[in-house]
């Protein structure tokens, strides 16, 4: 079996991340993210981000600047009293790396709820720290329901 399978099957932080090419290490850090999500873990889910006051959030006519205003915005949309956080997927996802530290990653979101099922495209841009990758930038759109 390959690093990267077995990383997959077994979980990322049993291995150093340099084992593994940028592509397999964003897309793990994504898959995580889903997991959390799915799980109700709001914060490992924002814990992809990059915590820092740079970090941007696109969404809609709406910009969010800096990691805490982020984890506010989710928060608030998620997991406020009566709001349902539903179960997520992402689709169609194509990473890039631009440079040995810098990467894209493109893709649909599909997002389940009972009354709901938001779908839209998404950008992140993505930047390699000593801890691994985080995403620095997020622009989400949702699709126009038909």
């Known amino acids: 079996m390959n690093m990267p399978m077995l990383v997959a099957l077994m979980g ?24 959390a999500w799915n799980q109700g873990d709001l914060d490992g889910f924002v814990s992809a981000y990059w ?36 179960q997520l997927a992402f689709e169609n996802l194509e990473i890039e790396p631009v440079g040995p530290d810098f990467a894209t990653a493109r893709g649909r979101f599909r997002l389940k709820m009972k009354e709901d099922q938001p779908t839209g495209l998404f950008t992140l841009w993505l930047r390699k720290f000593p801890d691994g990758w985080k995403i620095v930038h997020d622009h989400s759109s949702a699709a126009e329901k038909k």
């Open 12 to 35: 990322a932080s049993l291995f150093p991340a340099q084992d593994l090419k940028p592509a397999s290490e964003i897309r793990i850090l994504l898959d995580a993210q889903v997991k």
């Open 51 to 86: 915590n820092d006051d740079r970090v941007t959030f696109f969404s809609g006519g709406d910009v969010s600047k800096g990691f805490k205003p982020l984890r506010d915005r989710y928060f608030k949309r998620y997991k406020a009293d009566g709001k349902e956080m539903g």
